[in-house]
């Protein structure tokens, strides 16, 4: 190995800069790791990549961008316990003091200590570099069935997703709606196929992510984003409108058709991040006995669920990606992603 690398960092004007970096060497409770992929997520160019917006959890320290890694141990520090070099990981992505409250119940994302709490590519250096440290803490073991390319979206966009199943629960029983189909969106529908969703509707404005959730057989029917959602949903639901709906969109009119079009007693969980809503409480959610989640990430256990039945699914992350780009690209790959007309956009150091 090296004694430098190629790291990539975003100053906040829609450009990626790679500078050589120092080589990290783990110290106690440290492993360092081979980065083999790692995955771009809408929320690095919602908060970082244009222009650094993000305060609190979400402020970008200009450390080594990427906050969706996933490799194999080449050294582990004094001190670990459960990992050893070769092990393959996925890098559960905020690391978080580990005895506050939050922390004890796995959610890491959630951590209150101001001190400990750094997020992989946020205040700690993440996974856009040939190689990272991860606490062993945070690390998830890597079923051999799985490749690197689907652990990498396993912390991120599909725990974030699975938490939010999770919360309003998905059967045989449901129709479920969802708005957006980026990647979040994707993942979803993924999801919802696995758990047994009768009919899965999805909306978004992307020709190209319209047709991607089509060709995979993600969603039953897709909609292009139009005034008439709602009433083209409740015709597909003999009127009723869908039990289940998932936002992964941030945008207000797309959330709104998520409250207008889920039936009496239904459910929702809110999952992508930023934007407003605007609704009436009283005829929209209130007289209908409506509930919305809000979810945020998921737990270290909800992952060691999910990679769990990833495998028993036979269900492939990766088959969401639809460009892989070398670490040398990292900049063409950032651009594809801000531009939005395409699925998961991956950067591989290692060639995977």
Known sequence: MSKTMQAAYLPGNSTVEMRDVPA????????????????????????????????????????????????QIVETGPGCRRFKTGDRVIVYHISGCGVCNDCRRGFMISC????????????????MAGYMIAEEKDLIALPDQ????????????????????EKIGISGNDAVLITGLGPVGLAAGAL?????????????????????ARSLGLCDVVLRSAPDNVSAVRDLTGGHGV?????????????????RATRKWGRMAMIGEGGTVTFNPSPDLIHDQKSIYGS???STWRMEELVERLV???LHPEDIITHRFTLEQAGEAYALMAAGKCGKVAVCPHGE
């Open 24 to 71: 990290p060497t783990p110290a106690h409770g440290e492993v360092l790791l081979r980065v083999m992929a790692s995955t771009i997520c809408g929320s690095d160019i919602r908060c970082i990549y244009h222009e650094h917006l993000g305060k609190g959890p979400e402020g970008y320290q200009g450390v080594i961008a990427g906050h969706e890694p996933c490799g």
């Open 112 to 127: 209150t200590s101001g001190r400990y709490r750094r997020a992989y590519g946020w205040q700690r250096d993440g996974g």
């Open 146 to 165: 799985l490749t690197y390319a689907d652990g990498a979206q396993v912390a991120c966009g599909f725990g974030t997703v699975y938490e939010g199943l």
């Open 192 to 212: 919802c196929r696995k758990l047994g969703a009768n009919l899965i509707v999805g909306i978004d404005i992307s020709t190209e992510r319209m047709e991607l």
């Open 243 to 259: 039990e289940k709906a998932v936002d992964c969109s941030a945008n207000a009119e797309a959330r709104a058709v998520a409250i």
């Open 296 to 298: 945020w990430v998921t």
């Open 312 to 314: 028993r699914w036979n």
